[in-house]
């Protein structure tokens, strides 16, 4: 994570931005190592703060994470071709630097806030929140955020998602979740990407890789999927649903709370 990476420490501007352009730009942040515990419990107050604004909507948010080029924004572009017309999806795209992904998701006619982090390898969950600020909440079902391409720090920023996806792609290697414990242990599903591969990689075993993540006491299922091939998404995509129902349930069930807490209160 970021205190033994420095990667918090960097200087360099954060810069997010929609299809109309640059909204707001961060100054760099230089901090020294002895205020990053600080930085991580004022990242885990603006999370909540974040999970907030989502739960209040009753918004899906799904943190994808991956090494870079796993498949996180062609997963993106498959998902919203097989059920962009049925759900309202947004996503927030996270790179060091390019509009690169922000502009493929875009192509698809799904809004996308792009934020560039400069130096800094993954998201953090007041990047989020200022991203939130360029897209209409009562107008998404699932939000995306695809984190920068890292094994290593995005697993130690909470963002305010509901869940956590980690990608692992078949050219990677099947002992990733062994060698990159932290991210693997908080998925809350794991998908082995570019699985129509498997003809010409003959040493990547799925029982393995998820044999490793069984090892880190996760129990979170192990779906194989490849872009390419949209019949095998759909394990992915009920998986989904399943995750929105239940976002939506908890929704009710604290917005009827409320509700009573108001009743006895003026009762
Ligand atoms: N064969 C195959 N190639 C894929 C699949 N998914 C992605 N790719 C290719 O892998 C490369 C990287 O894909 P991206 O979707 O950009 O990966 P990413 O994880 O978003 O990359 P970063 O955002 O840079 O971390 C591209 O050339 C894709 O075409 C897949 O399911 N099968
Ligand atoms: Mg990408
Ligand atoms: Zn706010
Ligand atoms: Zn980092």
């Known amino acids: 994570m970021c205190e033994q990476c420095g990667c918090a420490t960097a200087a360099g501007e954060v810069h997010v931005s929609d299809s109309s ?19 991580m419990s004022q990242n885990d107050r603006i999370a909540a703060h974040v999970r907030e604004h989502l739960e209040d909507h009753g918004v899906l948010a799904v943190n994808l994470m991956s090494s870079p080029g796993s498949g996180k924004t062609s997963l993106l572009e498959a998902t ?20 690169n992904d922000a502009t493929r998701i875009r192509a698809k006619g ?3 806030v792009q934020i560039t982090t400069g130096q800094t390898c993954h ?5 989020v929140h200022d991203a939130l600020q360029a897209l209409d909440l009562s107008k998404i079902d699932i939000l995306f955020v695809e984190n920068v391409g890292n094994l290593v720090c995005p697993a130690g920023f909470d963002l305010g998602q509901r869940a956590n996806v980690a990608l692992l792609s078949v050219t990677e290697g099947d002992d990733k979740p062994a060698k990159y414990p932290v991210l693997f242990r908080a998925a809350d599903l794991v998908l082995l990407t570019k ?10 075993s799925p029982q393995k890789a998820e044999r490793h993540v069984r090892n880190l006491a996760n129990p979170a299922p192990v779906m194989r999927v490849s872009a390419r091939r949209p019949a095998s998404l759909r394990p992915w995509l009920d998986w989904l649903e399943g995750e929105l129902a239940l976002c939506r349930s908890a929704r009710s069930t ?8 108001v009743h006895e209160a003026v009762a």
Request: hydrophobic share 45%; aromatic share 4%; proline share 3%.
């Open 21 to 39: 352009g640059v909204v707001l730009t961060r100054a760099p942040s230089v901090k020294s190592i002895e205020v990053l515990t600080g930085l």
């Open 80 to 99: 919203i071709e097989a059920i962009g017309d049925l759900r309202r999806i947004a996503v927030i795209e996270g790179d060091l630097e390019t509009e």
């Open 110 to 112: 799904v809004p996308a």
């Open 123 to 127: 998201l953090d969950a007041s990047m």
């Open 195 to 204: 699985t129509d591969l498997f003809d010409f990689i003959d040493d990547f």
């Open 254 to 261: 604290r917005s009827a709370h409320r509700h009573e807490h």
